[in-house]
């Protein structure tokens, strides 16, 4: 097999396949496809929410990167999430979650699959065990973000897929890390979910999501509801996706040069109560970092001293570092969690995953590192 970045940049892009030799896949934006005669109506393609060449292209790149047979495309992180829930539970079905899960996957959980009678259970996946301790005879998957959002807490996929066994369904939000990272199908889990608005687009100019499996059965059946509910990705979309995953090994590698050194440089400064970054020895499973992750990524939190309103203070005083949501583009992004990413939850939710006023949040980009800490001791000295 070619290497991770000859995949990125090849897969889906061969000039020979394409009509007039193009050496980038070209945007099909056509939503209907004629046909000579009436036999060949269910042939090739048809019609564009059920398969379009553009998004086809994009999908073969993702299964590949990700080390898996299949991948789907969808119009958002949240809709590869939602087609996965619809598209395998029932009524009466249980789901063990981490307890620290990026809020709109709680919001999903909580307020909306809940009511159609699927039970959602939080749990610290941090103890593989917990997750041993919490299964029932109803319990049906095991949802993972490791790290998770924004505490970048891990879970051993490993071991948990183990635990699973055959008959629980393990799904890890690999958001974070990245395949370039972590590839949690080699490690046993059965499906990967990417909002691939993060760092798979890598721009913060394209809104969507993706599933990754390499199970026939489970492929079968997520095609199935990605094609009936209609959450698809769309030709342009997928266009820059794919455009965005041929430097993914490049940002990434920077992205987390720069998040090591500034969490080094807040982990000794007087204003920081504490830092959240897998890459720094004091963080409690950096031992389980070094061996499921080949690198530690660009995302990092950490608590100022002072409370909410320091914290505010610090965020808008900022330049490079732009106070925003979503994350995983080039330029950096900070924001406050307990406010902003996660403010549907409640006060009492926020307390016990342990998500204070004073977490900042913070998305470091691809800039230069020095001018990166100067400004956040710019905005210290506010």
């Given at each position: 097999?070619?290497?991770?970045?000859?995949?990125?940049?090849?897969?889906?892009?061969d000039p020979s396949q394409m009509q007039y030799?193009?050496?980038?896949?070209?945007?099909?934006?056509?939503?209907?496809?004629?046909?000579?005669?009436?036999?060949?109506?269910?042939?090739?393609?048809?019609?564009?929410?059920?398969?379009?060449?553009?998004?086809?292209?994009?999908?073969?790149?993702?299964?590949?990167?990700?080390?898996?047979?299949?991948?789907?495309?969808?119009?958002?992180?949240?809709?590869?999430?939602?087609?996965?829930?619809?598209?395998?539970?029932?009524?009466?079905?249980?789901?063990?979650?981490?307890?620290?899960?990026?809020?709109?996957?709680?919001?999903?959980?909580?307020?909306?699959?809940?009511?159609?009678?699927?039970?959602?259970?939080?749990?610290?996946?941090?103890?593989?065990?917990?997750?041993?301790?919490?299964?029932?005879?109803?319990?049906?998957?095991?949802?993972?973000?490791?790290?998770?959002?924004?505490?970048?807490?891990?879970?051993?996929?490993?071991?948990?897929?183990?635990?699973?066994?055959?008959?629980?369904?393990?799904?890890?939000?690999?958001?974070?890390?990245?395949?370039?990272?972590?590839?949690?199908?080699?490690?046993?889990?059965?499906?990967?979910?990417?909002?691939?608005?993060?760092?798979?687009?890598?721009?913060?100019?394209?809104?969507?999501?993706?599933?990754?499996?390499?199970?026939?059965?489970?492929?079968?059946?997520?095609?199935?509801?990605?094609?009936?509910?209609?959450?698809?990705?769309?030709?342009?979309?997928?266009?820059?996706?794919?455009?965005?995953?041929?430097?993914?090994?490049?940002?990434?590698?920077?992205?987390?040069?720069?998040?090591?050194?500034?969490?080094?440089?807040?982990?000794?400064?007087?204003?920081?109560?504490?830092?959240?970054?897998?890459?720094?020895?004091?963080?409690?499973?950096?031992?389980?970092?070094?061996?499921?992750?080949?690198?530690?990524?660009?995302?990092?939190?950490?608590?100022?001293?002072?409370?909410?309103?320091?914290?505010?203070?610090?965020?808008?005083?900022?330049?490079?570092?732009?106070?925003?949501?979503?994350?995983?583009?080039?330029?950096?992004?900070?924001?406050?969690?307990?406010?902003?990413?996660?403010?549907?939850?409640?006060?009492?939710?926020?307390?016990?995953?342990?998500?204070?006023?004073?977490?900042?949040?913070?998305?470091?980009?691809?800039?230069?590192?020095?001018?990166?800490?100067?400004?956040?001791?710019?905005?210290?000295s506010v």
């Amino acid at each position: 097999m070619k290497g991770f970045t000859t995949r990125a940049i090849h897969i889906g892009e061969d000039p020979s396949q394409m009509q007039y030799g193009d050496v980038i896949s070209p945007i099909h934006l056509s939503t209907t496809f004629a046909k000579e005669r009436i036999e060949d109506v269910e042939k090739g393609y048809v019609y564009s929410r059920t398969s379009n060449p553009t998004r086809d292209r994009l999908e073969k790149k993702l299964a590949s990167l990700e080390g898996g047979k299949y991948a789907l495309a969808f119009s958002s992180g949240l809709a590869a999430e939602s087609t996965i829930l619809l598209s395998l539970l029932h009524k009466g079905d249980e789901v063990i979650a981490f307890d620290d899960l990026y809020g709109g996957t709680k919001r999903l959980f909580n307020e909306v699959m809940a009511k159609y009678g699927i039970n959602f259970k939080y749990i610290d996946m941090t103890q593989a065990d917990n997750v041993n301790n919490e299964i029932t005879e109803r319990t049906r998957m095991i949802w993972i973000e490791t790290p998770t959002n924004p505490l970048l807490k891990l879970a051993d996929i490993r071991c948990i897929s183990e635990i699973a066994g055959h008959d629980i369904i393990v799904v890890v939000d690999n958001t974070f890390a990245t395949p370039y990272f972590q590839r949690p199908l080699e490690l046993g889990a059965d499906i990967v979910v990417h909002s691939v608005t993060k760092y798979l687009g890598g721009h913060s100019d394209v809104v969507g999501g993706a599933v990754i499996v390499n199970d026939n059965d489970l492929h079968e059946k997520l095609r199935f509801h990605q094609n009936a509910i209609g959450a698809i990705l769309s030709p342009f979309d997928s266009w820059l996706v794919m455009r965005g995953l041929k430097t993914l090994s490049l940002r990434m590698e920077r992205h987390e040069y720069n998040a090591k050194n500034i969490a080094k440089y807040l982990e000794e400064h007087p204003n920081v109560q504490r830092v959240y970054y897998p890459g720094l020895k004091s963080h409690p499973q950096y031992e389980l970092a070094k061996t499921q992750m080949s690198g530690f990524g660009g995302m990092l939190s950490f608590e100022i001293k002072g409370g909410l309103e320091k914290a505010k203070k610090f965020v808008e005083s900022l330049e490079l570092f732009a106070l925003a949501e979503s994350l995983g583009g080039v330029e950096s992004l900070i924001e406050i969690p307990a406010v902003m990413t996660h403010a549907s939850l409640s006060p009492n939710e926020l307390n016990k995953i342990g998500i204070s006023n004073s977490l900042i949040r913070v998305s470091v980009g691809i800039e230069d590192l020095d001018d990166l800490i100067n400004d956040i001791e710019t905005a210290f000295s506010v």
